[in-house]
């Protein structure tokens, strides 16, 4: 097989396992067209490609904001990166400092986790729960 091209090869009355161990030959075929068949509904062929439209609308309406939050939030990003291997070269030089970070660390953390934690329970109940009303 090619790097530029891949054959697609598959089984056909002449290529069977039986055939095939006795002609020991095996054909490829280079191009396979699967044909879907139509939808009967074509109001549903045109909702889909409104809806697709609408949100192709409002991705290029919003991408000027996308873009602006990436370059606000970039500073934090290179600051959190640089605190991230600064750290761990200091905790590869001094491996006592680790347990010392992990020990000052953990409570905050588990504080973090006790006030972040129900919001994020309530957003993801409020998700799942709405998704399941529209289905019915």
Do not use: C
């Not at 090619?2 to 697609?8: G, W």
């Not at 439209?53 to 996308?66: C, E, G, Q």
Request: aromatic share 10%.
């Amino acid at each position: 097989m090619s790097a530029l091209r891949k054959n697609v090869i598959f089984e056909t009355e002449a290529n069977t396992p039986e055939t095939a161990v006795a002609n020991k030959t095996w054909e490829p075929v280079l191009y396979n067209i699967v044909r879907r068949p139509r939808e009967e509904n074509s109001v549903s062929v045109e909702a889909k490609s409104a809806a697709s439209t609408a949100k192709n609308i409002a991705l290029f309406l919003a991408s000027p904001f996308i873009g602006l939050a990436y370059i606000a939030a970039m500073p934090f990003v290179a600051l959190g990166a640089l605190a991230y291997f600064g750290a761990k070269a200091f905790f590869n030089k001094v491996p006592v400092a680790k347990h010392v970070a992990m020990l000052v660390a953990a409570p905050v953390l588990g504080l973090a986790m006790i006030v972040v934690a129900p919001i994020v329970g309530a957003g993801a109940l409020g998700y799942y729960g709405s998704k399941a009303l529209a289905r019915n």
